[in-house]
Nanobody
Framework: QVQLVESGGGLVQPGGSLRLSCAFS????????MGWYRQAPGEQREFVAT????????NYAASVKGRFTISRDNAKNTAYLQMNSLKPEDTAVYYC?????????WGQGTQVTVSS
C-alpha cells in the first residue's frame, strides 16, 4: 500500500520561497509519475506540476511556470516542489499525487499561505 506524506508548508511573505517534500512509502516509487496539485478555499483542486517516473519530463501549470520547479529523488523515494517568487494567489493546500496506470494515491496535504 502506498502512502504519501507532504511537508514543508507554512506562512511566507510575497516574493518568498518554500520547498515542499512528498515522502513516498511503498514499493516501485521509480515507476510512478509524481505530481503536485493545490486547492484554495472555495475552489476546485487544480494541477500544479508533474514529473515523469524517470525524472526527465516535467509539466507545469501556466500560472506557476518559471517560478516553481518539480523534482524527484528516486534513491530517497521523495518528490519535491521548489516554489519561488510566491504570490498571495498561491495560497492553498498543496497535495502530492502518485500515479501509475490504474493506481493513483494522494497525500493529506500541506498548507501554504502567502501573506504579508
Amino acid at each position: 500500500q502506498v502512502q504519501l506524506v507532504e511537508s514543508g508548508g507554512g506562512l511566507v511573505q510575497p516574493g518568498g520561497s518554500l520547498r515542499l517534500s512528498c515522502a513516498f512509502s511503498g514499493s516501485l516509487f521509480d515507476r510512478y509519475a509524481m505530481g503536485w496539485y493545490r486547492q484554495a478555499p472555495g475552489e476546485q483542486r487544480e494541477f500544479v506540476a508533474t514529473v515523469a517516473s524517470g525524472g526527465g519530463r516535467t509539466n507545469y501549470a501556466a500560472s506557476v511556470k518559471g517560478r516553481f520547479t518539480i523534482s524527484r529523488d528516486n534513491a530517497k523515494n521523495t518528490a519535491y516542489l521548489q516554489m519561488n517568487s510566491l504570490k498571495p494567489e498561491d495560497t492553498a493546500v498543496y497535495y502530492c499525487n502518485a500515479d501509475l496506470i490504474n493506481y493513483s494515491y494522494w497525500g493529506q496535504g500541506t498548507q501554504v499561505t502567502v501573506s504579508s
